[in-house]
Nanobody, 122 residues
Framework: QVQLVESGGGLVQAGGSLRLSCAAS????????MGWFRQAPGKEREFVAGLKWSGGSTYYADSVKGRFTISRDNAKNTVYLQMNSLKPEDTAGYYC???????????????WGQGTQVTVSS
């Protein structure tokens, strides 16, 4: 079992930045891929960014490329999502997830955090 706890969400003006954190416990993440997803009201959950813990390769949704950066801290068993140049359309609940494959579909991830809300005002 892997437990994931997100933090760092909040209210920010357009053009601002936030850094989300996802602290993992229960198991080492060496064999997992980590993903950040988001879900706005009335919309499906969508992939934002992913990272393969072993090797550190990263991948992003086109909508956030160049603005968001996913990273990890091995010692803290934590994954981060640095979000810059935020736009109102980035407003959503953001969820951290762990899975075995570096895929972009929610069903490929086995463990999920409770989510943290990001609201970007115009």
């Amino acid at each position: 079992q892997v437990q994931l706890v997100e933090s760092g969400g909040g209210l920010v003006q357009a053009g601002g930045s936030l850094r989300l954190s996802c602290a993992a416990s229960g198991r080492t993440l060496n064999n997992y891929a980590m993903g950040w997803f988001r879900q706005a009201p009335g919309k499906e959950r969508e992939f934002v960014a992913g990272l393969k813990w072993s090797g550190g390769s990263t991948y992003y949704a086109d909508s956030v490329k160049g603005r968001f950066t996913i990273s990890r801290d091995n010692a803290k068993n934590t994954v981060y999502l640095q979000m810059n140049s935020l736009k109102p359309e980035d407003t959503a609940g953001y969820y951290c997830a762990a899975g075995l494959y570096g895929l972009t579909i929610p069903s490929a991830y086995y463990y999920w955090g409770q989510g943290t809300q990001v609201t970007v005002s115009s």
